[in-house]
Nanobody, 129 residues
């Protein structure tokens, strides 16, 4: 049974940093999404994605230059390094796995929650002003 487990969330002041981790066994392209307070699941926002090889990454414009997605396949871990955090980054962050059996992850497909097959339970990130 596939399980994705996020960790590393917490409370941080604006300008601070956090690193999220996602434990994911299996051959997946991986994405990070977030759901802001008061938003519904269908309103989850794309944050970043990485192919199975780790060679290609995609980012939302709102986090580009501040967040970095990476992976260590030997450890079955995917990371989201978040720097220069802003109060508007406050959300529950979810990692998601996309089976390699699907077509190659692209700029377009990386942003769509429907393109991912497995989801974690989420980890809360709160940025205070």
């Amino acid at each position: 049974q596939v399980q994705l487990v996020e960790s590393g969330g917490g409370l941080v002041q604006a300008g601070g940093s956090l690193r999220l981790s996602c434990a994911a066994s299996g051959r997946f392209a991986m994405g990070w999404f977030r759901q802001a307070p008061g938003k519904e699941r269908k309103e989850r926002e794309f944050v970043a994605a990485v192919t199975w090889s780790g060679q290609t990454t995609y980012y939302a414009d709102s986090v580009k230059g501040r967040f970095t997605i990476s992976r260590d396949n030997a450890k079955n871990l995917v990371y989201l390094q978040m720097n220069s955090l802003k109060p508007e980054d406050t959300a529950v962050y979810y990692c998601a796995g996309r089976l390699n059996a699907r077509s190659t992850l692209t700029y377009s497909t990386s942003r769509l929650p429907s393109q991912y097959d497995y989801w974690g339970q989420g980890t809360q990130v709160t940025v205070s002003s």
